[in-house]
């Protein structure tokens, strides 16, 4: 088993708040859509742009941060926090689903700027475009290198900064989901109408949700540290789940002039349920678990998809959603926006004191799914 030594947030200086967003698109949002925009759980959400709410409006991105300067900043403070030697340091394991640029990846563009600090000979593996549940496959590459090199320490890194990657939204009035099927079977709409205006309302949840941020892990061997494992895995138990999510490289939309475009199909919340409560099953009955079922368990981290995703996750794990169990999950979503692949970090990295073991649940595009458990030595 190895241990979380350390571990640190970074997010731009740049924090927009949910309300003052809405108000600025006021005229342009139907009721019912501003009513989704408030259930989703995020009160706000840092950026990397310092002008976010005029590139909503179509303004052009003024980006003060980026991916890669999140990670390097999270990375560093980690060190920082640990205050032991570097070079004792051998792997970097770096995930992002938005990259500055496609080529170098992550990894390296963080060791470019971390010159001083990380030793230019150590390992380096870029795990880019895994999705929200990327933390604990990482975590796993550190075990693996660990239980070669037991006396050196591996980084794990998750930074994102999702905000640049949204639509901006400057058509002249946006609908509610329910809203447009009421119109489309009042013959108000066509077929296709509905389909483009139901995107257009797609891009304005986005906007909303996600938010920018990195977290660093510091992981080795040290006793009275909380240790890792198991850990489980579920991906495609279903043939047609691997298109819940995706995301194109190039959108042909005009709005993102080229971007990426991302999609997530209705049957998310349900499936997402479905993989987070399989794999923490598999978890609780592994023979080298600490604990059998989640009474004995402190704190579950919950990937943060969205509130009506926490809510349905904690359904199926029989979890009550206001509990003390589970507030870390709703918290980060409410003061971050949906991290994707570093939200469960910035739990960890937020959790005070180690009452009892916890459970680690991340889920997302592939579709796929990871479960673990963390408890002191």
Not at 200 to 211: A, N, P
Request: charged share 20%; with cysteine; net charge negative.
């Amino acid at each position: 088993m190895i241990n979380l030594m350390s571990a640190a947030t970074s997010t731009p200086q740049h924090m927009f708040k949910t309300t003052e967003l809405v108000a600025s698109l006021m005229h342009k949002l139907s009721p019912e859509l501003i009513n989704t925009i408030c259930s989703l759980g995020v009160d706000q959400r840092y950026s990397v742009m310092d002008n976010y709410p005029e590139f909503l409006e179509g303004g052009n991105i003024h980006p003060s941060n980026s991916t890669t300067s999140l990670g390097v900043a999270a990375t560093k403070q980690c060190v920082e926090e640990w205050g032991g030697d570097p070079s004792e340091i051998g792997l970097l394991v770096a995930a992002t689903n938005t990259p500055d640029q496609m080529l170098p990846c992550l990894a390296s563009e963080v060791m470019a700027q971390t010159h001083g600090l990380l030793s230019r000979s150590l390992r380096t593996v870029s795990m880019q475009s895994q999705g929200c549940s990327v933390l604990l496959k990482s975590v796993e590459v550190a075990q693996w290198y660990l239980a070669a090199n037991p006396n050196k320490l591996a980084i794990v890194l998750m930074s994102e900064a999702h905000t640049p990657y949204v639509a901006p939204l400057v058509g002249e009035e946006y609908h509610g989901y329910r809203e447009l099927v009421r119109m489309r079977k009042e013959d108000k709409i066509d077929d296709a109408t509905f389909e483009r205006l139901r995107l257009d309302t797609t891009f304005v949840v986005q906007s909303m949700l996600f938010g920018d941020g990195a977290v660093a892990l510091l992981i080795g061997r040290e006793e009275g540290k909380p240790a890792f494992g198991p850990i489980s895995h579920l991906t495609n138990d279903d043939i047609e789940d691997v298109n819940l999510l995706t995301m194109t490289q190039n959108s042909s939309h005009p709005l993102l002039k080229g971007r990426p475009q991302y999609f997530m199909r209705p049957n998310v919340p349900n499936r997402g349920a479905h993989y987070a409560v399989t794999t923490v099953k598999n978890v609780l009955e592994h023979p080298d678990s600490p604990v059998s079922h989640l009474g004995q368990v402190s704190d579950c981290m919950i990937h943060t998809g969205s509130k009506k995703i926490l809510d349905g996750v904690c359904s199926q794990l029989q979890l009550e959603k206001d509990s003390s169990k589970v507030s870390g999950s709703y918290e980060v979503l409410k003061n971050y926006g949906n991290l994707s692949s570093a939200s469960t970090g910035f739990m960890l990295a937020e959790k005070d004191e180690w009452k009892g073991p916890a459970m680690i649940v991340g889920f997302g595009v592939g579709f796929t799914a990871s479960a673990g458990v963390m408890s002191l030595n």
